[in-house]
């Protein structure tokens, strides 16, 4: 008789949906460069950044909104919006 094998694999998927809450991810974010417009955030002229362990994204005249970019498994709305909604 043959044996059956069953082996199992963890996956792991990196989102930002995988940080809790309260997390931040490394970011050289300048909430200066960024304004809420509607649900989505945009640059003040041209917003220059790096975010969790991704360096010199350069974003221009673009709205920001969840879910629209992952930069390193990094959503970079969440992290806007947390870092630059408390000021």
């Not at 969790?52 to 970019?69: A, D, L």
Request: aromatic residues 12%; glycine residues 12%.
């Amino acid at each position: 008789m043959g044996k059956i094998v069953l082996w199992a694999v963890p996956i792991v998927w990196l989102s930002s949906a995988a940080y809790p809450g309260d997390y931040l991810a490394p970011n050289t974010i300048d909430c200066s460069q960024f304004r809420k417009v509607g649900n989505a955030w945009t640059e003040v002229g041209t917003a220059t950044f790096d975010l969790g362990g991704q360096k010199g994204h350069v974003f221009t005249n673009t709205p920001i909104m969840r879910g629209e970019f992952d930069i390193g498994g990094v959503d970079p709305y969440d992290v806007i919006e947390k870092k630059c909604t408390t000021l």
